[in-house]
Structure formats: C-alpha cells, structure tokens
C-alpha cells in the first residue's frame, strides 16, 4: 500500500481517491446522457471536477497538515504565556 492509496477497510480519503471519484462523476453523468463532451477534453474536465470536489472533501492528509498548523499555533502561545508548573 502506497501513500495515495487508503486501506481497503478504512475510510481514508487521498487526493487518488479524490481524483477517482471525479472521473466516476463524469462517467456516470455522461453514460446517463446528462452531460456531452469532446472526447479530448474529458482529461481537463476531469482535472477540473477533482479541483472543485478538492475545495470541500478533506484528505487524510489535508486534516494532517490542518491539526499540525493548529498544534504548533497552540504550542507556541503556551510556550510565550511561560507558565510555571505551579501556575498550572
């Protein structure tokens, strides 16, 4: 199992599954005959829809990095605040 791939039982979300699910949008719209489109642009679309779905699902890795910031934020103010252990 890579980086980009969640585990079979787990619920992770990666920028791969993202990106499958923006293709599997496109198909079914499509199949359904929702929507045309030129053949060519179907990787641009694709490309496109991963961005847009990118802005409102959160990967595993995008929580990461958010908690992360948050943490380190949080560590630093305490660390200005210089509380002694008997002020705790």
């Known amino acids: 199992m890579n980086a980009n791939t969640a ?3 787990g619920a992770s979300t990666s920028h791969t599954s993202l990106r499958v699910l ?3 949008i496109l198909n ?3 199949n359904n005959k929702f ?3 030129n053949p ?3 990787g641009e679309l694709q490309e496109d829809l991963y961005r847009k779905l990118s802005k409102f699902i959160l990967t595993e890795e995008d929580i990461n990095t958010q908690v992360r910031a ?3 934020a949080n560590a630093g103010a305490l660390s200005d605040q ?3 252990e008997t002020d705790a």
């Open 7 to 9: 585990p079979a039982s």
């Open 28 to 30: 079914k719209l499509e």
């Open 22 to 24: 923006a293709k599997s």
């Open 82 to 84: 210089n509380i002694a």
């Open 70 to 72: 948050q943490v380190t």
């Open 40 to 42: 060519k642009e179907r």
């Open 35 to 37: 929507i045309v489109f």
